[in-house]
């Protein structure tokens, strides 16, 4: 199984930017699918972003045009780029991952989460 650590989050102002990371070891993670989750406060968790073993990239609508995931297998490491900033994503953000299946990790079945990374975001 694969370990996740999410680093990278913080407080921004709206209209800014972060980039979050997730660490993966364990089990070699570049044939995952891999993505990230959310969850403010009150709310359940939703999907934001996920990217294939061969590179197949999704996003969320609401994130759609300003979040950039990526992932760089010999550092086994993945990524998002968040741009555009609102205060609507303040959340606490989960890297997941799925041995076999990016459809199952949309639906919020992954092998692995980790233990998240607080975005807030400012107006």
């Not at 969850?39 to 999907?47: I, L, M, P, S, T």
């Not at 990217?51 to 010999?74: E, P």
């Not at 041995?99 to 233990?115: I, T, V």
């Amino acid at each position: 199984q694969v370990q996740l650590a999410e680093s990278g989050g913080g407080s921004v102002q709206a209209g800014g930017s972060l980039r979050l990371s997730c660490g993966a070891s364990g089990l070699p993670p570049s044939n995952y699918c891999m993505g990230w989750f959310r969850q403010a406060v009150g709310k359940q968790r939703e999907w934001v972003s996920s990217i294939s073993a061969l590179d197949n990239t999704d996003y969320s609508a609401s994130v759609r045009g300003r979040f950039t995931i990526s992932r760089d297998n010999t550092m086994n490491t993945l990524y998002l780029q968040m741009s555009t900033l609102e205060p609507e994503d303040t959340a606490m953000y989960y890297c997941a991952a799925h041995a076999r299946s990016c459809l199952a990790l949309e639906l919020g079945n992954p092998d692995s989460w980790g233990q998240g990374t607080q975005v807030t975001v400012s107006s």
